[in-house]
């Protein structure tokens, strides 16, 4: 299922010829033909939101959350997009919708779980990841939480979604 994830990520970023982190996922999103607005939403919890149909494809995400938070979720709708259909929900016009939110990331839902992978992999793809890891000083290298800010900062992500990251590619315990 992760593999599915990692290869369409992949795939994005050959296709666009990003090859060194930051990965600009509003670009992505742009190129892609998908509009990203940011909006703060009443409901917390949820973090974005993907629809689909009408002139234009929509990722909605929640302003008030953490600009790393706000990256991977776009990352997240953006493997929505790739990998799955999405749930149709009747509005003016039929469109279709996929909404990131705390179960998200609960892996119990295997659309969410690969929407996941496919974010991670996008926005910290292994092969960047292996390069930056090296680039650090052994001292760095030495602790995992030390590793994982410094990689975050570079990767303009959580250093939680880098730790995870890191532990996923066996790169550290």
Not at 6 to 11: K, M, P
Not at 148 to 157: D, E, P, Y
Request: aromatic share 4%; hydrophobic share 45%.
């Amino acid at each position: 299922m992760t593999r599915r994830a990692d290869l369409a990520a992949a795939r994005m970023l050959a296709e666009h010829g990003i090859t060194q982190p930051p990965v600009d996922v509003e670009a992505l999103a742009a190129e892609s033909g998908i509009a990203v607005v940011r909006r703060p939403f009443t409901d917390g919890d949820v973090s974005g939101m993907l629809f689909r149909g009408g002139k234009r494809d929509i990722i909605g995400v929640n302003s008030s959350h953490a600009v790393q938070r706000q990256r991977f979720t776009i990352a997240h709708e953006l493997g929505h997009h790739s990998l799955h259909p999405g749930r149709e929900l009747i509005l003016d016009v039929p469109v279709r919708v996929n909404f990131r939110d705390n179960t998200s990331s609960t892996a119990t839902n295997r659309e969410e779980i690969e929407a996941n992978a496919f974010a991670a992999a996008l926005l910290m793809p292994e092969p960047m990841i292996r390069d930056h890891l090296d680039r650090l000083t052994a001292t760095t290298r030495r602790d995992p939480d030390t590793t994982a800010a410094a990689l975050a900062k570079v990767f303009k992500v959580s250093v939680s979604a880098l730790g995870f990251r890191l532990i996923n590619l066996g790169l550290t315990s």
